[in-house]
Protein backbone atom coordinates (compact mmCIF):
# COMPACT_ATOMS: atom_id res chain seq x y z
CA UNK A 1 0.00 0.00 0.00
CA UNK A 2 1.45 3.23 -0.58
CA UNK A 3 0.16 6.70 -0.52
CA UNK A 4 -0.30 9.49 -2.93
CA UNK A 5 2.77 11.78 -4.07
CA UNK A 6 3.46 14.17 -1.79
CA UNK A 7 3.43 17.88 -2.62
CA UNK A 8 5.87 19.06 -0.40
CA UNK A 9 8.17 16.68 -1.53
CA UNK A 10 7.47 16.57 -5.21
CA UNK A 11 10.56 13.81 -5.85
CA UNK A 12 9.64 11.72 -3.47
CA UNK A 13 6.60 10.25 -5.58
CA UNK A 14 4.40 7.78 -3.43
CA UNK A 15 5.61 6.75 0.29
CA UNK A 16 5.55 3.13 1.28
CA UNK A 17 3.29 2.27 4.40
CA UNK A 18 4.41 0.08 7.38
CA UNK A 19 2.12 -1.50 9.08
CA UNK A 20 3.36 -3.35 12.33
CA UNK A 21 1.16 -5.64 14.27
CA UNK A 22 1.56 -6.21 17.94
CA UNK A 23 3.64 -5.24 20.63
CA UNK A 24 7.18 -3.49 19.65
CA UNK A 25 9.75 -3.35 22.64
CA UNK A 26 13.69 -3.61 22.58
CA UNK A 27 13.77 -7.30 21.64
CA UNK A 28 11.44 -6.48 18.22
CA UNK A 29 12.40 -3.05 17.34
CA UNK A 30 15.31 -4.11 15.08
CA UNK A 31 12.99 -5.75 12.84
CA UNK A 32 10.74 -2.49 12.66
CA UNK A 33 14.20 -0.42 12.07
CA UNK A 34 15.15 -2.70 9.33
CA UNK A 35 11.59 -2.03 8.20
CA UNK A 36 12.06 1.71 8.33
CA UNK A 37 15.31 1.95 7.19
CA UNK A 38 14.55 -0.19 3.78
CA UNK A 39 11.62 2.39 2.91
CA UNK A 40 13.56 5.55 3.46
CA UNK A 41 16.73 4.43 1.63
CA UNK A 42 14.64 3.39 -1.32
CA UNK A 43 11.88 6.22 -1.39
CA UNK A 44 13.31 8.90 0.81
CA UNK A 45 10.79 8.55 3.18
CA UNK A 46 7.75 6.31 5.22
CA UNK A 47 4.50 5.95 6.41
CA UNK A 48 3.68 4.43 9.55
CA UNK A 49 0.16 3.13 10.07
CA UNK A 50 0.18 2.74 13.68
CA UNK A 51 -3.48 1.50 13.71
CA UNK A 52 -2.19 -2.57 14.47
CA UNK A 53 0.04 -1.87 17.30
CA UNK A 54 -0.79 -2.29 20.74
CA UNK A 55 1.88 -1.59 22.93
CA UNK A 56 5.66 0.27 22.48
CA UNK A 57 8.27 1.51 24.71
CA UNK A 58 10.78 3.98 24.96
CA UNK A 59 13.05 2.30 22.20
CA UNK A 60 10.69 2.64 19.75
CA UNK A 61 9.74 6.12 20.91
CA UNK A 62 13.52 6.84 19.73
CA UNK A 63 13.44 4.92 16.62
CA UNK A 64 10.47 6.90 15.62
CA UNK A 65 11.55 10.48 16.83
CA UNK A 66 15.42 9.41 15.00
CA UNK A 67 13.55 8.91 11.90
CA UNK A 68 11.52 12.02 11.95
CA UNK A 69 14.76 13.73 12.44
CA UNK A 70 16.07 12.02 9.18
CA UNK A 71 13.69 11.39 6.81
CA UNK A 72 9.76 12.41 5.78
CA UNK A 73 7.64 10.45 8.34
CA UNK A 74 3.89 10.24 9.05
CA UNK A 75 2.13 8.45 11.13
CA UNK A 76 -1.40 7.38 10.32
CA UNK A 77 -3.87 4.97 12.34
CA UNK A 78 -6.10 4.42 9.45
CA UNK A 79 -9.85 3.26 9.86
CA UNK A 80 -10.92 -0.51 9.38
CA UNK A 81 -12.64 -0.79 6.13
CA UNK A 82 -14.88 -3.01 7.44
CA UNK A 83 -17.84 -2.20 8.85
CA UNK A 84 -17.82 -1.51 12.30
CA UNK A 85 -19.37 -4.43 14.82
CA UNK A 86 -22.31 -4.04 16.95
CA UNK A 87 -19.37 -3.71 19.78
CA UNK A 88 -17.66 -1.04 18.06
CA UNK A 89 -19.00 2.57 17.63
CA UNK A 90 -18.60 3.20 13.88
CA UNK A 91 -15.17 5.61 13.00
CA UNK A 92 -16.15 5.88 9.68
CA UNK A 93 -14.72 4.19 6.30
CA UNK A 94 -12.81 5.02 3.25
CA UNK A 95 -14.40 4.71 -0.52
CA UNK A 96 -11.94 2.29 -2.62
CA UNK A 97 -10.12 4.92 -3.98
CA UNK A 98 -8.86 6.02 -0.45
CA UNK A 99 -11.10 9.27 0.05
CA UNK A 100 -12.40 9.62 3.64
CA UNK A 101 -16.44 9.36 4.12
CA UNK A 102 -16.60 9.73 7.81
CA UNK A 103 -19.20 8.56 9.92
CA UNK A 104 -21.91 7.01 8.76
Do not use: C, K
Not at 24 to 30: I, K, L, N, S
Not at 45 to 56: E, K, R, S, Y
Not at 62 to 78: E, P, S
Amino acid sequence: MTSPANPRHPGAGALPVIAPQGEFDYGTVPQLQEQIDTAVNERGGVILDAGGITFIDSTVLTLILMTHQRTHLRIANLPPLEPPSPQQPDQGSRRPDGEWLGPS
